[in-house]
């Protein structure tokens, strides 16, 4: 048996070099390692990430490890206010957060398409790792897979994370009880109009004379911190509402739990060039996509200790009292408009905005 | 602010009970609540996955954890003794033991594409869930997207995993030293191989007069579990030779340690019927991926006590000795053939089969 030459292995053959992915970079040898060497590890490198075992070796912290993983696939990979890189990296530090832990690790599995510019690749992992420096997160393991011409688009990025939730923290639907007030950490529907801002090259700030709509991506692992430090046992709830909005995430909680939500329509906070680009396109900022926004269901007593936590804090400025947790209509959330007139917010039954994260 | 009929919002508008993935089942609102509830719930479904939040809350167990992920693109979905649904419950599981981890609990975050049938999505999804259920290990957490017809590649799935390091098991390539014994659990290139069968319509079975070639894809971490038990301190490196095969992974190892490893040619293990195929086709097997295959760097004093125990467990019958650790050439695999002439495994640059995981 003879041993063809390694350097033909590869299909398509790839220069070194080359300022494209290439098949062989989700092949496992040199090329991969190179990716490695001279783009992961300057970006992301720590003790752990370092080792490139098959997997990363933690000590086990103690109490309760909070567990997610979120894939993205954003279009554009970059728009006004961030990337698919913090999006990557924030989305699951706030899917651990809303759990009410700390996060602590994450993973960062990259499926690039063939032909994506190394340099683009570069930018989205400068941006990961700045994020997740800032978050205090460290990307201990990670994984590179291409797909050819065609078969992907330009960059997924898959991220889990492993938290550590606190003793004494105990969110979970199941603990929203009528009475509870609905609290909103700020302005409505910023990331999803900033994607349809690019993605559709509407220029809202011309229509109404203000800055371009940017995301509102950030971390709120320590927006959670404070929350919960000011008062211990009066969160019951805490979500992020990200794909379908506000309205998918507390329909889900009103249908999970039973209970009815009913928001006040002057109390849904709403940038004027949000609620300008929405009434232009027809949609309801209730469902548009929030990636720096927390909901959080709280004991009436909490409340004035959670907002006032909240409003000291950069990330919850805005925060207010969007409605509250009543016992009926099961399973419902309602609007109180102005006028004294109630209407439904139904489940969303799609997304009115694909790929948006 | 009127509210336009969410059964609008959706893009491309989809119809209940279509038998197809459309935009909307990875919109975040009822129809991905559908498929959760169809289709995930039912096949994954345990304590944690059932309460649906942001991340699942896990009790910390005591030690050191293992964490790992990885993204499936196998090309076809469905091969000969797999799918990309075993593909990524093992794959996972494997990375996870190879650092001496018991695998606990794993995420799952499909990107499908639009247009993928239901059906077909059924049946990976049945595949992980008995892969995971014979692995032990329970899916805990998921996200699901979906692109746009021509963006994907009908299903891309990521696993992460978590694991526990049982005291005393100390297993980094670090380890290794001169005079160790390069153990392999069995033949090498099953996996590789049946892909291309499929992939590339040959018939080996037609050419050697045999059974089609079958994917070894398997979890290894019950192997992993009676090696360690049989040697305690004894094995010092354990690894799956995937992407690239034996020939990368050692080569990885050998470059990190700056150690030597010498192979014995009579010593590989290969089926005719892979290396048929794999002369045919102008492939060393020692390039081709393992599904289900580790290699295990074992102090010599050890070698009979884990090849023992390796020969009595069903995924270690045809377990050997593959060569042994040099101080020199350093960084270096070579093979000593039959003939007595010694040649090198060179590192490959990328992967001479690509999309084989």
């Not at 698919?84 to 530090?93: R, S």
């Not at 700030?205 to 995301?215: C, F, H, L, N, V």
Request: glycine content about 12%; charged content about 15%; overall charge negative.
């Amino acid at each position: 048996m003879s041993l063809p030459n390694p350097a033909s292995f590869v299909c398509p053959l790839p220069l070194r070099d080359y300022p494209h992915i290439v098949m062989g970079h989700g092949g496992g040898g040199q090329l991969s390692a190179e990716l490695i060497e001279h783009l992961f590890l300057p970006a992301f490198g720590n003790t752990q990430l370092n080792r490139l075992g098959d997997s990363a070796v933690l000590a086990s912290p103690p109490g309760r490890l909070a567990f997610s993983t979120d894939s993205f696939v954003v279009r554009p990979l970059f728009f006004p206010g961030g990337s698919i890189g913090e999006l990557a990296v924030n989305g699951t530090v706030n899917d651990l957060a809303m759990s009410g832990a700390r996060p602590l690790w994450l993973s960062a599995a990259f499926v690039l398409e063939e032909g994506l510019l190394l340099a683009t690749l570069g930018a989205i992992v400068e941006r990961m790792a700045a994020a997740a420096r800032a978050a205090g997160v460290a990307i201990v393991t990670g994984d590179t897979k291409v797909v050819e011409r065609g078969h992907g688009d330009g960059c997924y990025i898959n991220t889990s994370g492993i938290g550590v939730v606190p003793d004494g923290a105990e969110i979970d639907s199941a603990l929203a009880r009528p009475g509870d007030v609905v609290l909103v950490s700020g302005y409505l529907g910023d990331h999803g109009m900033a994607i349809m801002s690019v993605r559709e090259g509407l220029a809202f700030e011309s229509a109404t004379g203000s800055a371009p709509i940017e995301s509102d991506c950030a971390a709120l692992h320590t927006l959670v911190a404070a929350m919960l430090a000011a008062a211990p046992g009066g969160v019951h709830v805490l979500r992020d509402p990200t794909r379908g909005g506000a309205a998918a995430t507390l329909n889900e909680i009103a249908a999970s739990t039973a209970l009815g939500i009913a928001l006040n329509d002057d109390a849904i906070p709403v940038r004027p060039t949000v609620r300008a680009a929405c009434e232009m396109l027809g949609l309801d900022p209730l469902y548009v996509a929030n990636e720096g926004k927390l909901l959080a269901i709280v004991a009436p007593e909490a409340e004035q200790a959670v907002l006032g936590a909240m409003r000291v804090h950069p990330l919850g400025r805005d925060a207010r009292r969007m409605g509250t947790v009543q016992a009926a209509p099961q399973g419902m959330v309602t609007v109180r408009t102005g006028l004294g007139a109630t209407r439904i917010v139904p489940v969303p039954l799609g997304e009115q905005l694909p790929r948006i994260c």
